[in-house]
Structure formats: structure tokens, C-alpha cells
């Protein structure tokens, strides 16, 4: 039985021998990711704390200054199970393929649903090409242009009440309980 447990970001340790990386751009797409649909996809860890699969969602959950990230503790794998687990994890996700049918129907029915289709991680070149079609119409927004300001409140009374005068003023609000 898999057990989830919330642990502090900063007592993580990144696997220093990691070969995967990730750009400052992508960080900001993960970060822009869990910010719309929360930390839905736990770190994977070791006994002593060291990541197995997740360091990109550790690098965002620091830019997004989350103090603690759900976790799974994965201590019944050998040393050589835990190397091969950090490529297989990022490899294995890489070897799938998109039905573009279905793909393109999806995101056109986000479309129409006014979601914000940057959040899937597609740039519109990326979609064009993918789907062999002219021209994708994507909202292009830089993740460097946005700006979060987290306000900590004491009850949910107080949140609804400061969710409340920033819309009042035109500020666009998320409510986000962590």
C-alpha cells in the first residue's frame, strides 16, 4: 500500500546523477500547471529524502514557494532498482505516441470551453506541426509575465472576504487552499 506524506521542499535532495533536465521555461509551464490543477502527481523519494521521480515539480513547487510537496516513499527498491527507476520514469513517458484525432477534438473543445490551452504544454508550432495543419490558434501567453501574489488568511470567512475586494478592484483571483 503506497502512502502519501507530505514532506518540507526543502529537506528534498535532488539525485545528484539525474539525467534529465529542465529548462526555465518548462518549470514555469509545471509551476503554471499545479497552480490550475493542484500537486496532483506526488515526488517519489527514497528512504533518505533523495528524489526519484519529480524533480521538475520540486523545482516549480520552489518557484510557486510551496513549503511542503505530497510524496511517496519508494524504500523497497535496490540501488540499482532506484538508478534505473529515474530514466525509466522520464524514458518510458517519452515512448508514448498521441491519437491526433483525438487530440485536436480535445483541445478544440477546451477551446470552446475558453481553458486556457497553454496550459497543456503544446506551444502553437508544436500543435501545427504535430497535427499537419496550417494553423493553431492557442492563447500565447509568457509564464515570465505572470505574477502571484499568495495572501496567507487566518479562516475561510477571511479568504472569501479578500477573494471578494480583489475582484472588486479587477484583480483576477484563484482560491487555492494547500
Request: aromatic letters at 6%.
Amino acid at each position: 500500500m503506497l502512502k502519501i506524506d507530505y514532506v518540507a521542499t526543502d529537506d528534498l535532495i535532488p539525485y545528484i546523477h539525474n539525467s534529465r533536465t529542465h529548462s526555465e521555461a518548462q518549470i514555469k509551464q509545471i509551476a503554471a500547471s499545479i497552480r490550475e490543477f493542484g500537486f496532483t502527481n506526488p515526488i517519489l523519494i527514497d528512504d533518505e529524502g533523495t528524489i526519484i521521480a519529480g524533480h521538475g515539480r520540486v523545482m516549480a513547487a520552489k518557484v510557486l514557494q510551496l513549503d511542503q510537496v505530497p510524496t511517496i516513499t519508494l524504500g523497497a527498491l535496490s540501488d540499482a532498482q532506484r538508478k534505473a527507476y529515474v530514466i525509466a520514469d522520464n524514458k518510458l513517458a517519452l515512448n508514448a505516441g498521441w491519437d491526433t484525432e483525438v487530440l485536436l477534438a480535445e483541445i478544440e473543445s477546451l477551446q470552446d470551453l475558453n481553458f486556457d490551452t497553454q496550459l497543456l504544454g503544446f506551444s502553437a508550432d508544436e500543435l501545427s506541426e504535430m497535427l499537419n495543419i496550417e494553423e493553431i490558434e492557442l492563447k500565447e501567453e509568457s509564464y515570465a509575465e505572470i505574477f502571484n501574489v499568495i495572501v496567507e488568511c487566518g479562516d475561510e470567512m477571511e479568504q472569501e472576504k479578500i477573494f471578494n475586494q480583489l475582484e472588486a478592484e479587477g484583480y483576477k483571483c484563484r482560491v487555492q487552499s494547500l
